[in-house]
């Protein structure tokens, strides 16, 4: 009797300790997509601002992530793209469009060297 009494309270302690550690967790979803073309962004990183969590948008653009707080801000980069920084002040829904960066090359130009020999 003595085991299954120290077993149920191993169990309820730890419930009772995952519970502390999700208390103050909010989901948050949304999508990005390109602000010139409205098309869905693939691998875009969100990160929660002045943390290292984070997670990358799905193949239809959409993200999921786990916030402490809803006044957290999302911030969204990608190659290509302006950085976007989304303040959520209470929301668990964002959807965000992201502009193209205007800095274009003119003109690329590829130089290679190689050499090849003939074995017989």
Avoid: C
């Amino acid at each position: 009797m003595k085991v299954k009494f120290n077993y149920l309270v191993l169990v309820v302690f730890a419930l009772l300790l995952t519970s502390v550690t999700l208390v103050g967790q909010s989901t948050v979803r949304g999508s990005v997509k390109s602000a010139t073309e409205g098309e869905p962004l693939i691998g875009v990183t969100v990160l929660v601002k002045g943390t290292t969590f984070g997670t990358a948008t799905d193949i239809d653009g959409n993200f999921e992530i786990q916030v402490d707080d809803l006044n957290a801000t999302l911030v969204f980069s990608y190659t290509g793209f302006a950085s976007q920084e989304v303040a959520l002040g209470g929301r668990t829904t964002v959807e965000v469009s992201m502009d193209s960066e205007s800095t274009l090359l003119d003109e690329v130009v590829v130089t290679a060297y190689g050499t090849t020999r003939k074995e017989p």
